[in-house]
């Protein structure tokens, strides 16, 4: 298995926003969902529509049962994502018992495969460097955090890491930018 990076550039993340969202509605608010709630590949990948839509609006939290521990994981919905939601589920294409992001070939889930080349064909485009795959979203959400000011230890907490040296790395922090954390509440 290859390493994968996140992207820090946020620029590059908001190209590879408008490349998804011009070819593909669906492969956009994947995309949107990953990098803003930094649920795991294959939990995001077998979602259904009701685990994020009441039927009228989308939901303020996702709740995904962790296969390590068995606990039920809370991800936050922000407005972003509720946004992409309801542009995505609005017209009522897909039911509730839906996959969320529903293969055009059958009524399973996209493969891990092919959100792979979705995210993979978007980051290219975009000129973004490095390995990217679906873990990116993941890595992308967790980089964002720490910088935005998230404790570490929250962090490790939900990518079941057992030290904070093993989640700076998987988040792609180097030691320059461990100094350079913005904690801004702006009250």
Known sequence: ??????????????????????????????????????????????????????????????????????????YYLNSKVQSSLASYLGDGHLTQTDYLFISKKNNKPITRQQAYRVINQAAKAAGVEGKIGIITLRKTFGYHAYRKGVAISILMTLFHHNSRTETLKYIGITEEEKRLIKVDVNL
């Not at 290859?2 to 969202?21: Q, T």
């Open 1 to 74: 298995m290859e390493y994968v990076v996140p992207i820090k550039d946020v620029s590059k993340i908001n190209k590879m926003k408008n490349i998804l969202k011009a070819s593909s509605l669906r492969d956009y608010v994947m995309f949107v969902v990953g990098i803003n709630t930094g649920i795991k590949g294959q939990d995001l990948l077998e979602l259904r529509v009701e685990d994020v839509w009441d039927g009228q609006q989308a939901k303020e939290f996702l709740y995904v049962q962790d296969e390590k521990t068995g606990e039920t994981q809370a």
